[in-house]
């Protein structure tokens, strides 16, 4: 159990384009699902924590109008990255947060994750 | 604003051999503690939880312990196997948040 998916695994774009990764939670049903970038030979940063019907929360220094971010569901958040530039490029990964009753447990289960390349 | 640190970044040993991974954060208030797996182009695997009120967590060959109150936790690997060459993360939720916050990371590599 606790599964989540990414997708696309991979993507190539040109600089300028639009780019929508999906998270999904497969078995369950997340009450928060993260947003991290990762680059090579770094640690995970938190880009944005989104709740389902509601506006993603964005960490200090994350442009919310580059990265757009929409929990349509209990089990589907996107992050689109719009205009994207070679910057941009990295490892986009998504979690999912289960919160068991009263709160005890609160873990998160992590996606593939996505390599965004902008050329 | 809470740090993880973890020592050694790297770190090589041949097959067979029991090893410690440390981890260390600079604000005690935490809600709980996670390790985790990454193998080089994946995401995350999570290993063991340990909530803030836990002392240790076992799973299999892996055991891992935390102080809160010194801010430290270890990674206990036993016998370790060539499949354990990964990149070890800890990562802890501060109290009253979901945010983890992760260290480096320290690369394993297990050699036969």
């Known amino acids: 159990g606790a599964v989540v998916s990414q997708h696309p695994s991979r993507v190539i774009c040109k600089s300028g384009t639009s780019v929508k990764i999906e998270c999904r939670s497969l078995?369950?049903?997340?009450?928060?699902m993260f947003w991290y970038r990762q680059f090579p030979k770094q640690s995970l940063m938190l880009m944005a924590t989104?709740?389902?019907?509601?506006?993603?929360?964005?960490e200090q220094g994350v442009e919310k109008d580059k990265f757009l971010i929409n929990h349509a569901s209990l089990t589907l958040s996107t992050l689109t990255v719009t205009s994207a530039h070679p910057e941009d490029s990295s490892f986009y990964i998504c979690?999912?947060?289960?919160?068991?009753?009263?709160?005890?447990?609160?873990?998160?289960?992590f996606g593939p994750g996505t390599r965004l390349t902008v050329l | 604003k809470q740090e993880v640190t973890q020592i050694p970044a790297a770190l090589s040993v041949p097959e067979g051999e029991n090893l410690v991974l440390n981890c260390s954060f600079t604000?005690?208030?935490?809600?709980?503690l996670q390790w985790f797996r990454q193998d080089p182009g994946k995401g995350l695997t999570s290993l063991l939880l340990?909530?803030?009120?836990?002392r240790e967590q076992t799973s299999g060959r892996l055991n891992a312990s935390l102080d809160k109150s010194s801010g430290r936790s270890t990674l206990y690997i036993a016998a370790s196997q060539p499949g354990d060459s990964a990149t070890y993360l800890c990562?802890?939720?501060?109290?009253?948040?979901?945010?983890?916050?992760f260290g480096k990371g320290t690369k394993l590599t297990v050699n036969p």
């Open positions: 990562a802890v939720v501060q109290g009253g948040s979901e945010k983890l916050v």
């Open positions: 078995d369950f049903q997340a009450t928060t």
């Open positions: 989104s709740n389902e019907g509601s506006k993603a929360t964005y």
């Open positions: 979690s999912a947060s289960i919160r068991t009753s009263g709160g005890l447990r609160n873990e998160q289960f």
């Open positions: 340990i909530q803030s009120s836990q």
């Open positions: 604000d005690s208030a935490i809600y709980n």
